[in-house]
Structures are given as structure tokens and as C-alpha cells.
């Protein structure tokens, strides 16, 4: 089991920027790759953004690129989303997910307000 625990969610106006942080525990880190996953208000959740074991390769939805960087460190056992740039429809609850090959394992998520 993989414990997925998210941080840094807020209110931010349109423009600004947050850092959101998910620590893990439980397994190897470094075994895992790492997503950010996002749930808006009435919609299904969507993909955001992975990066892989070693942190050397990463992937973006559209939606986002350009504006959002996913990080890894893997000796804190921590993968982060710098967000930039933040407008009113990024506003949603924003989940990690850590998996071997799927996704397999979840965190509670953190919410995530952009003022227009």
C-alpha cells in the first residue's frame, strides 16, 4: 500500500501561482511513477500531469502546458505541481496518484480556488 497525502491547495487569484506537494508513504517511492489528477465541480476527473520513476521524463494535458510543472524528489519521497499562470477553470479539487503501471493508489486531494 501507498499512502498519498496532497498539500497547498488555496484561493488564488487569476494570474497567480501555487505549489502543491503530495507526500508518500508506505512503499519505495522511486518504484512508482506519479500523477497529478484534477475533479472540477459537476465534471470527471482528468488527467493534469505524470512524471516517471526517475523524474527524468514528464507529460502534460494540454489544457495545461506551458503553465503547470511536475517535479519529483524522490529521497523525500515527495512529487510537486507548480502551478503558474492560474486561471478561473483550473479551479477544482486536485488529486495525486501514484502507480507501477496504472494509477493504483490516491490521495484525499486538495482544493484548488481561482478568482476571476
Known amino acids: 500500500q501507498v499512502q498519498l497525502v496532497e498539500s497547498g491547495g488555496g484561493l488564488v487569484q487569476a494570474g497567480g501561482s501555487l505549489r502543491l506537494s503530495c507526500a508518500a508513504s508506505?512503499?519505495?517511492?522511486?518504484?512508482?511513477?506519479m500523477g497529478w489528477f484534477r475533479q472540477a465541480p459537476g465534471k470527471e476527473r482528468t488527467f493534469v500531469s505524470r512524471?516517471?520513476?526517475?523524474?527524468?521524463?514528464?507529460y502534460y494535458a494540454d489544457s495545461v502546458k506551458g503553465r503547470f510543472t511536475i517535479s519529483r524528489d524522490n529521497a523525500k519521497s515527495t512529487v510537486y505541481l507548480q502551478m503558474n499562470s492560474l486561471k478561473p477553470e483550473d479551479t477544482a479539487v486536485y488529486y495525486c496518484?501514484?502507480?507501477?503501471?496504472?494509477?493504483?493508489?490516491w490521495g484525499q486531494g486538495t482544493q484548488v480556488t481561482v478568482s476571476s
Open positions: 496518484a501514484a502507480g507501477a503501471a496504472e494509477f493504483d493508489y
Open positions: 508506505g512503499r519505495t517511492f522511486s518504484n512508482y511513477i
Open positions: 512524471i516517471s520513476r526517475s523524474g527524468g521524463s514528464t
